[in-house]
């Protein structure tokens, strides 16, 4: 079985509601893709552009650890713990579904999209009580270094969920590279090309091309071209 998986932009699943433009990089509503479904834990990355004005009407989840990334424009969340936010580019939001939530989310602009990323994470524990954070990163941190934006400890930088599951955003210069390595054995890692042109492991990687790298300690990515890449480390499952 191959280390690397290839999911190039042009082949995930598309939908455009009008209000929601949507990309789907695993099988997702409407879309089913039997050889995409899951890349270890990680279930969804959804990559959306909502109209201003619209969004996702109130709507239940439950076990499961959501992880929120604005990339333009500000996103309005409320859910029925009592939590109201605003975020928008450089923030990050993670909920905790658990034992089951409701919430909606919605562009707050009347005049501009937003545009953000929604993964989701299968937990490591069932039934959890239901939780929401949020906060402001510091997007000048991730500057040629990896910066962490998720970890499973509340006590490590960044936000955290309840999974073995690590996430950084890096922002590569032209001609930089940087060597991942593994927090824990035996994960894997999805890295979500944002912007620019990486090779990863000899691998060349374009805007919103995602690749799947497992049975690895460590790879190295190098930026062809100014880059932003996600990395997502998970646990690997069959």
């Known amino acids: 079985m191959s280390d690397m998986i290839i999911h190039k932009a042009g082949t995930r699943g598309h939908v ?9 990089s695993f099988s997702f509503a409407s879309y089913y893709d039997p ?12 990559d959306d552009t ?23 424009g500000v996103l309005e969340h409320k859910d029925s713990m009592g939590n109201h936010g605003i975020i928008s580019s450089g923030d990050i939001q993670v ?10 989310e919605f562009n707050h602009s ?21 939780r929401y954070g949020q906060m402001t990163l510091d997007v000048n941190a991730r500057k040629n270094k990896l910066q962490q934006i998720v970890s ?10 309840h999974q073995d599951a690590w996430f950084h955003m890096i922002n590569l210069g032209a001609g930089k590279k940087i060597i991942y390595n ?30 799947g790298i497992k ?24």
Not at 16 to 24: F, P, Q, R, T, V
């Open 215 to 238: 049975n690895k300690n460590e790879f190295e990515l190098i930026a062809k071209t100014n880059s932003e890449v996600l990395l997502m480390e998970i646990p690997m499952i069959d």
């Open 16 to 24: 455009n509601h009008g209000w929601l433009n949507a990309y789907h």
């Open 110 to 130: 009347k005049e501009k999209e937003v545009k953000l990323l929604q993964i989701w994470v299968f937990p490591n524990k069932k039934n959890v009580a239901p």
């Open 152 to 161: 499973p400890n509340p006590d490590e930088e960044g936000l955290w969920i």
């Open 182 to 211: 593994l927090k824990k054995q035996g994960n894997g890692v999805y890295c979500f090309i944002l912007d620019g042109d990486v090779n990863i492991n000899g691998q060349e990687l374009n805007k919103r091309d995602g690749a």
């Open 35 to 46: 050889e995409r479904v899951h890349f270890g834990m990680l279930r969804v990355l959804n």
């Open 95 to 104: 909920m905790s579904a658990g034992t089951g939530i409701q919430h909606s």
């Open 50 to 72: 909502v109209a201003p004005g619209m969004g996702f009407g109130t709507h239940p989840h439950d076990n499961m650890e959501i992880i929120t990334i604005p990339q333009s």
